[in-house]
């Protein structure tokens, strides 16, 4: 699986938008960049995936240049509760009959909100 | 939503002792996943299970088993637990089929070996 760079903190003030890069050059055609976050002492909080196309949902939009190096997680604004570490992985699909499935978190990016 | 419940989130036991870990999940997801997560070491995979009494061993088995009598269950057992066991434990569960599908995690047992 590709690697990815994040930067190892930010801040935002509540009510902006929260705008995470993350870099992962050397992915893979059919690597999927998905975005997670924890807030301490609970799980890893699934946000948003895509492939090539930028995606939003309820709690985020993700966008992917055109040539898939890198990625922006955007929070459109930003709360006290969004304060987390907010992680960037890229992945392979898991194939039915048992690839492995390595998630690699990496470090990720804390993001604090702040009042 | 979905969700993804794990029995404990805290847990004492003693060096030998047989220790069970439960999972489930409410989506009907085809695969579910034991991680374990430690300071410095991210999440490491233990086992996951793509199918019923199917399992797969992931990077860290030794030490751990698994069992899936049901879809919606999965289960680590820890056959002897030592103290460099001491870890979060994280189960997850994703649609299979190979279209990208997210992992969802439940939140996690706090595992204390003495």
């Known amino acids: 699986d590709a690697k990815t760079t994040q930067p190892t903190s930010m801040d935002c003030a509540e009510g902006r938008a929260a705008n995470l890069p993350c870099n992962h050059s050397t992915i893979s055609g059919n690597e999927y960049v998905y975005w997670y976050r924890q807030i301490h002492s609970q799980g890893p909080q699934y946000i948003i995936h895509?492939?090539?196309n930028n995606e939003t949902n309820e709690m985020a939009s993700l966008i992917i240049t055109e040539d898939r190096k890198s990625s922006t997680l955007i929070l459109p604004h930003a709360t006290l509760r969004d304060t987390a570490v907010y992680y960037c992985i890229v992945r392979a699909s898991l194939r039915y009959g048992g690839a492995t499935n390595k998630l690699i978190f990496g470090t990720g990016t804390l993001l604090a909100v702040q009042p | 939503d979905v969700k993804v419940t794990q029995s404990s989130r805290y847990l004492v036991k003693r060096t030998g002792e047989k220790v069970f870990l439960e999972c489930v999940q409410d989506?009907?997801?085809?695969?579910m996943f034991w991680y374990r997560q430690d300071p410095g070491l991210g999440l490491r995979l233990i086992y996951f299970s793509y199918d019923v009494k199917m399992k797969e061993k992931g990077d860290i088995p030794e030490g751990y088993s698994v069992s899936r009598e049901k879809k919606e269950r999965f289960s680590l057992i820890l056959e002897s637990a030592s103290t460099n066991q001491t870890s979060m434990y994280l189960c997850a569960s994703s649609l299979g089929g190979g279209r990208g599908s997210p992992l969802h995690f439940g939140n996690g047992t706090r595992l204390t070996v003495t």
């Open positions: 895509g492939l090539k």
């Open positions: 989506m009907d997801h085809e695969n």
